[in-house]
């Protein structure tokens, strides 16, 4: 899941939501020596991968709490080889409640808790997964070359597929957030001459929804953010690689995709 940088100038729904979105690109640990590989949040906690600072090539898992409190190292080793892949990072809680970050490396999904850190772990059989989700111990990620998303548990070893593009089709996927009963936001982009960047939503036994489309052309790319913890609001962001701006945030009711006023 891409994030950028940029601050939130209008927010569509509660300003308790707007604080869900705007902590879905901080960048924890701000102030420290190297830019983060990567982020992703969970409410107003955040996690980042970052290089350390003391020695090159060797990568740290930082975490903050909050807004307004100091990202720490969590300690637990990463695997050697999340910098040669995309390094994308997904945050949520496991069936027990624990928070828990899911990390991409080339050989696969790999995960830890974060706040009580343990050895980290591989996900078995995801090799070429990208741009990890977690929600409650439920884990989506891309797959098969950017036309599907598939689902694994952190308990069980069963794999499925959540998500599939039409044969034919001329979306190719490039992000997920997943939620409750395995419901799923997918972001896919749309290159030729009706390029396009578009957010569906996908629940089981339904059609996929389309909720948000943009034109690409026009500089505008529309960008997942967050899933509530109460899994009940999906953010999405609209970048305009056009206008010296910030991100424009809207807040969708989840699973059912109705814009929240």
Known sequence: MRCFASAITRVTGTALLASIGA????????????????SASYGQAAVSIRENPASAGEYQLMYAPGQEKPAAV????????VATGAGSIGLGLDGKGLLTAVVQTPRGLAWTHVTKPTKIKRLANTAGAESPAIY???????CRNDRAICGASLRTKARRTLYREPKGSQWVIDGVLIGPRRAIAVASVRDGALSASRVQIQRRGHRAKTV??????????????DISPDGQFLAIATH?????????????GFPSGVPAL
């Not at 902590?23 to 020596?33: D, E, I, K, Y």
């Not at 409650?136 to 891309?142: D, E, T």
């Open 23 to 38: 902590a879905a690109c901080a960048a924890p640990g701000a102030g420290a020596a190297a830019e983060p590989l990567a």
């Open 74 to 81: 969590v300690d637990v080793q990463l695997p050697g080889d």
């Open 136 to 142: 409650r111990g439920q884990v989506a990620y891309v």
């Open 212 to 225: 948000a489309e943009a034109n690409l052309d026009g500089g505008k790319e529309l960008i997942l953010r």
């Open 240 to 252: 305009d690689y056009f206008e010296a701006g910030d991100d424009v945030l809207s807040l969708y």
